[in-house]
Structures are given as structure tokens and as C-alpha cells.
């Protein structure tokens, strides 16, 4: 088949989303000529990188072969508790620990129920995804929550660039990517990992503690929801529950057009970063050429499916079946 | 003074006695064959050995010191090394990353320290090399390879890290003819190392070859323990285990 010989031509990870990339940049760019210039190119990594932060944790989550649903409660409530705990008279810095500690906890609590528990993570976390909803309604009534006194420390997630258009987040999001291809590619914590997703059974006996190791991607995926939402809150100035949602499905939904795998073991930080920014595209590219807003989830379901389509027979080119 | 030695050894789950007072021993070097039918305990003895159950009663020694409860990671660490027929391996990581798994080896760049892959990589091809086995390239997923090259990787691992009793698991299972010869061989190479190994297998025509002696499990009990060199062959072996022959 000519796809395949194509493939082995092409053979990494992301050459999926790099095709769903350029298709999709092509295909605006035709209807709108405005589409690929600086200012809209800037705008899409803008509105990709708070999603991305997200999925880069989720990402991970699920090469170590799990799902995590709570993050979309984590992205609105670690900024919430930041604000309550600003506005009790805490420095900003202690407050942002805490916050961020929160969502290392909740992490760790979710890895736990799921590995001791012996229960799906998809359970687990969408158990607690509604648990963090519902804590998040009850403390803020459902209103708006502002940012206020801790404008100064959020400022350096979401600060503008010097006098362009580009947000620190955006820094934060290619950073962060690049720290965690590093991590999942080169380091023996990122070998365990992809092994404790591949087949735990071998790496339990091979000494390596599977359950660790999942865990601790919980762990960093509720920090980089955290982070995710601290960017979030500075650039609205303002947060409230309903910016959450579907948040989990599509920092999914951009891991598996990045190549990564369901069911675990298999993935990139670099096509998770490319799955996103193909999300935020796909949205500013919609609204460019003037289709009305809901025909985004019409285009990012054919994506979702042709990118897997891709990646699967891509997956088997590189790894096997 | 044994590698390992076994004595009394007593396993139950619930109400279903797997093992009733087994003794089993080998010394450095020796291939055994461990022999017996679906259910006859062999799989219980050699999770006990690797440490993965405890027994319930029943004393264990190794290199001549009694050994207590200890987990699969540190019976790894005594050299024991089991390779299971399908938990070897992890199928979507390379031969290198599988080689190495649990025991990475590291280069420090600044504060961080990051996979010596070049280094890895030269040591398991050298090492499967050295033992003759033929592995296109260590940087391939596992998942390309045959059941026969999977199992002499596993082998290789424990070897390169220095084991002293290789206890496998139906190693010729499932793998073609070519690679039971291969298989074969590599027990022959490991043993001249003065590695012992446990062969635990339901062909007995393939144990016969490279092991020196049988033991024998039916329904929890050790009915036989024999050397080849005390003239069985393999029919006798056969006739045992389908209770047509008494052991001389």
C-alpha cells in the first residue's frame, strides 16, 4: 500500500499530527488568506497554549496507560482556591503553593484509588471530576471569581510579552513541552513510565513499581492543569466553572491526534503539543472563513477519527502490533 | 553445599493444597528439567522461587543460607532471575529499553541526569551477542520479534546481569522448531557458565537433551527425581509422568 511505504519513509510518532497539521493549515489558508499571517498565527498558539499545558499532563497520564477526567475541574478550581486564600490574607507566593499542592494531592489521591483500588482510572477520575465540580460550585455559589490581589504572581503565566500580542503562557507551553520530551525520551523515570503503561505485569516483575509510577503522572498531570489554570485566570482576569468544561475530552482528544495511544504505553509530548495547537487552529480557522462556531466539534470529531485512523497504522509501522 | 535448596515446601490456596512438602535442590551449573501436568504444582514451586508467593511451610536456602520472605526484585538482586513466557517483555519499548528496565543506566548532565542510551544500547547488542544471539537491531520494538527471540533476550538480560539460577517457564512453547534449537542451545552456553537453570516444560524430548536431571510433580507431590546419567531416557521420563513406570 502507498500509505504504508509512505510511512516507513516517515517513520516517528508525530507524523500524524504533523499531516493533520498541514492539511488543516492548507485547507484555511485557501479560504482565508488571512489564516497563516504573524498576527492569526500568534492568536492560535495563544488561545492553543492553556489547552496544551493541560494535555501535556494527560498526555502522560495515559502513555503510562490511564485516563484522567478530573482535569477539567482541577483547571478552575487550583485557581480558585488561589484567589480565596490571596483574599484571606496570604502572600500571593504561599498561596500559589498551596494551590498547586492541592492539585499534586488530588493527583496522587487519584493514582492511589486507582492502583490500590484496582479500579479503571476513567472511573476514578470521573469520580472525582465531579467531586471538584461540585466542591467548586459550592465554594464560589456559582458566580464569577475575580483576580484580584494576586494580579502580580499570575502576571507571570499570562503577562503580554513586551508590546507584542504573545502571552508569557505561550513560553510556558513550548517550555513545558520540551521539558517533557525530555522527561518521557531520555530520562529513566519517562523509560518506567512508557513500561508501566506498555504491560505493568512485566514491569512489576521486573522490580519496577508500576503503581509509582502511574500515580506520579497523576500527579504532574493535576499540576499542569493547575498551571494550565493559573494561565487561564490571567488572561480573563476572572474564572468561573463553566471554563472547564469539556476541557478533559479535548486535552484527550488532542494526545490521540498527537499519536498517543488509549491504550498506554505509546506517546509524544511533541505530537500532544501539535494535537493541540491542531485544536485551537481548527477553532480560529472556522471562525475566519465565517462558518458558524458549532461546525468546530463537527470537524474536530473527522480529525479526531482520521488522525487515529493514521496513527494506528503508524503505530504499527514503528512498534509493531 | 547447593545453589538452592528447598525442603518441606507446603503452598495452599484456600482449600486447594498446590503444594503438600516438596524438596527440591540444584547445584551450580546444573539443568533441570521440571516436569509434570497442568496443575501439579510446578507453577507454585517456581513463583515461590522467584518470590513472587511465600510458602505456608517449609524451609528455603540458597547458596547454603536460609532465605525468608523476600520480593521478585530481590530474589532478582540474589540472582535469581525467572523469565516468564509472557511477562518477560514489554512489546511497544525497544530491545535496549527492555534490556535494561529497572536497571537504567544514567549520565549526568549538569544537575540532570538523563538515559546513557548509547551505552545501553552497546551493551545488549555485545551481550546477546555473546551468547549467540542474533537480534537485527536493539533498537527495534519487541513486538517485531518472534517468541523465540523474546525468550533468549530475557535469558541474555539475566545473564548480562549476573545470575546465578535462570529458572523458565515453558521456554519452548509456542516457538518454532528453528528457534527451539536455538533455545536449546542457549541453555547448553548458559549452564557452561556455571549458571544452573530450571526448565520447566511439558516436551519432554526438548528437556531431555540439555537437562541432567528430572524432577517430577503430580498433584502437589514430588514423584520422581532422577539423572539421566542413572540411564532414564526420555520414553522412561514419559512413562513416569503417565504413571507406567515406577522409578528404578
Known amino acids: ?321 | 553445599m547447593s545453589l538452592l535448596e528447598m525442603k518441606g515446601i507446603k503452598k495452599n490456596f484456600g482449600a486447594v493444597q498446590a503444594l503438600k512438602g516438596v524438596d527440591f535442590q540444584i547445584e551450580e551449573g546444573q539443568v533441570i528439567g521440571l516436569l509434570g501436568d497442568n496443575g501439579a504444582g510446578k507453577s507454585t514451586l517456581i513463583k515461590i522461587i522467584a518470590g513472587y508467593y511465600h510458602q505456608d511451610d517449609g524451609v528455603i536456602k540458597w547458596e547454603g543460607k536460609e532465605i525468608f520472605c523476600r520480593t521478585p526484585a530481590e530474589s532478582r538482586q540474589m540472582g535469581i532471575e525467572v523469565v516468564y513466557q509472557d511477562l518477560a517483555l514489554v512489546n511497544l519499548l525497544s530491545v535496549w529499553r527492555n534490556f535494561f528496565l529497572g536497571r537504567e543506566i544514567e549520565t549526568k548532565k549538569g544537575i540532570f541526569k538523563f538515559l546513557d542510551k548509547k551505552k545501553m544500547i552497546d551493551i545488549s547488542r555485545k551481550a546477546l551477542q555473546g551468547l549467540g544471539i542474533e537480534i537485527p537491531n536493539v533498537n527495534s520494538a519487541v513486538a517485531f520479534l518472534s517468541g523465540g527471540q523474546r525468550q533468549t533476550i530475557a535469558v541474555g538480560r539475566g545473564v548480562y546481569f549476573g545470575a546465578k539460577l535462570l529458572v523458565l517457564d515453558e521456554p519452548t512453547a509456542a516457538v518454532s522448531l528453528r528457534e527451539v534449537e536455538a533455545i536449546l542451545q542457549l541453555i547448553e552456553e548458559v549452564s557452561k557458565r556455571g549458571i544452573a537453570v530450571i526448565f520447566v516444560a511439558h516436551n519432554i524430548y526438548h528437556v531431555h537433551r540439555v537437562a541432567e536431571r528430572f524432577v517430577i510433580l503430580e498433584q502437589g507431590i514430588k514423584v520422581a527425581d532422577v539423572k539421566k546419567s542413572d540411564g532414564y531416557s526420555a520414553e522412561d521420563i514419559m512413562d513416569i509422568m503417565l504413571g507406567r513406570k515406577q522409578v528404578k
Open chain 1, 1 to 321: 500500500m502507498r500509505t504504508e511505504s509512505v510511512l516507513q519513509l516517515l517513520r516517528f510518532k508525530e507524523i500524524g499530527a504533523i499531516i493533520a497539521l498541514i492539511v488543516i493549515f492548507a485547507f484555511f489558508e485557501i479560504l482565508n488568506s488571512q489564516f497563516m499571517s504573524i498576527s492569526n498565527l500568534t492568536t492560535i498558539l495563544e488561545t492553543s497554549a492553556e489547552l496544551g499545558i493541560m494535555t501535556l499532563g494527560v498526555n502522560l497520564v495515559m502513555i503510562a496507560g490511564e485516563f484522567d477526567m478530573s482535569v477539567a475541574s482541577i483547571y478552575v478550581l487550583v485557581p480558585v482556591i488561589f484567589e480565596f486564600l490571596t483574599l484571606s490574607g496570604l502572600p500571593s507566593i504561599v498561596s500559589m503553593i498551596i494551590a498547586l499542592l492541592f492539585a499534586a494531592g488530588q493527583g496522587f489521591i487519584n493514582g492511589f484509588i486507582t492502583t490500590k483500588g484496582h479500579i479503571p482510572s476513567f472511573i476514578t477520575t470521573l469520580g472525582t471530576e465531579y467531586l471538584w465540580l461540585g466542591v467548586t460550585l459550592a465554594i464560589t455559589g456559582g458566580y464569577f471569581v475575580s483576580l484580584t490581589k494576586g494580579k502580580n504572581i499570575i502576571d507571570i503565566f499570562s503577562a503580554q510579552i513586551g508590546s507584542t500580542s504573545l502571552r508569557l503562557s505561550i513560553l510556558w507551553f513550548i517550555g513545558l513541552t520540551i521539558v517533557f520530551y525530555l522527561i518521557i525520551e531520555k530520562t529513566k523515570y519517562g523509560n518506567r513510565v512508557m513500561a508501566s503503561g506498555g504491560n505493568p505485569a512485566v514491569a512489576d516483575s521486573l522490580g519496577v513499581q508500576s503503581w509509582k509510577y502511574k500515580t506520579s503522572a497523576f500527579v504532574i498531570s493535576g499540576i499542569t492543569a493547575g498551571l494550565a489554570g493559573f494561565a487561564l485566570f490571567g488572561r480573563f482576569q476572572s474564572i468561573d466553572t463553566s471554563f472547564g468544561t469539556g476541557m478533559e475530552l479535548q486535552s484527550i482528544t488532542a494526545s490521540v491526534i498527537g499519536g498517543t495511544l488509549m491504550t498506554g504505553g505509546y506517546g509524544s509530548a511533541f505530537g500532544a503539543f501539535l494535537g493541540a495547537i491542531i485544536l485551537s487552529s481548527l477553532d480560529n480557522g472556522l471562525v475566519l472563513a465565517g462558518a458558524p462556531t458549532f461546525w468546530y466539534q463537527a470537524f474536530v470529531g473527522i480529525i479526531l477519527i482520521a488522525a487515529a485512523l493514521l496513527n494506528i497504522r503508524l503505530k504499527t509501522s514503528l512498534v509493531g502490533g
